[in-house]
């Protein structure tokens, strides 16, 4: 993926919004990239643009894939159909790509299981819970083995434990296929426990700001996050990040009674 002085704007004239960019971004094949920045600066935007859903309005951005496996998109509000049944959701994507329904069913009823679904299959969305939707979402996704992810705050409404199995699970897939990534989270434990990049925006609208490389090399396991390394990069980041959450006009210096206190 290539983007060259993207921009995204929205509504015209005075009214108009500068929602994203310009963002120059190159993300090699195989490559797992990590975005973090506050809210609203334009990082769902940018992966709307990636996935071919919304059109920049300045500059570019080249996504090419080398075979006809698809890229596959989890969106922050899960973007599941509620009158298909859990497993039906779940093979989509296959279906689409016309694989036979019986191998279809097969990948899809494997990925439910390890997505803790099994018992699901045949509910509808509506009988589920946040969580569970979006697992659902990422059973979706994850089943079509996309060449690539664009994942947007794929664990947002899962629990803590939860959270970290499914960091751990994508780690381990996207390490055995090669799965080339961009990952949107809020969370930048998330986001070092996952990246070979992890990409800082600044308020929207939003630019690339810093860039950290996690010195974890790869197979990498969850353990990392247990390492000296993690916690510094981690403070490290938050700094960065201070600032533009708290709104770039009062990013003076730190507050006193909040530093030192680095959310998750
Ligand atoms: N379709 C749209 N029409 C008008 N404004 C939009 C549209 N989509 C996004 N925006 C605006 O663009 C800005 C960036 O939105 P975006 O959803 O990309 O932020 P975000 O970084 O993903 O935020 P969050 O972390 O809260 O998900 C916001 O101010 C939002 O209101
Ligand atoms: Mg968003």
Redesign the pocket.
């Known amino acids: 993926m290539r983007a060259r002085a993207l921009a995204r704007s ?1 509504g015209r004239g005075s009214k108009a ?1 500068a ?1 994203l960019g310009p963002v120059d971004v190159d993300i090699a094949p195989g490559e797992f990239v990590c975005i973090v ?1 506050p ?7 940018l992966l709307r643009i990636a996935a071919g859903l919304l059109r920049p309005s300045a500059g570019e951005l080249e996504l090419r894939a080398s075979a006809d496996r698809p890229a596959a998109m989890i969106f ?1 509000d899960y973007g599941i159909y509620d009158w298909k049944t859990v497993l039906a959701n779940v093979r989509f994507g296959l279906d689409v790509q016309r694989v036979p329904r019986k191998e279809a069913d097969e990948r899809a009823r494997s990925w439910l299981a390890r997505m803790g679904l099994a018992d699901f299959a045949g509910a509808y969305p509506a009988a589920l819970s946040g969580g569970m939707r979006q697992r659902v979402a990422i059973a979706r996704a994850l089943a079509v083995e996309p060449e690539i992810l664009l994942m947007d705050e794929p664990f947002a409404a899962l629990d803590a434990q939860l959270r970290t199995i499914l960091q751990d699970e994508l780690l381990d897939l996207t390490q055995t296929t090669r799965t080339t990534t961009l990952f949107i989270t ?1 969370s930048l434990e998330e986001a070092l426990v996952l990246g070979d990049r992890v990409l800082v925006m600044s308020a ?1 609208p ?1 630019r690339i700001i810093a860039e950290r490389r996690p010195p974890f090399g790869r197979p990498r396991t969850g353990e990392v996050r247990a390492t000296p390394e993690f916690t510094a990069l981690k403070a490290e980041l938050w700094q960065l990040l201070r600032g533009e959450v708290a709104g770039r006009a009062d990013a003076g210096p730190p507050h006193p009674t909040t530093k030192g206190a680095v959310p998750a």
């Not at 809210?39 to 935007?45: D, N, R």
């Open positions: 929205f919004l929602a920045g809210s609203g600066c334009g990082k769902s935007t922050q809020h929207r939003g």
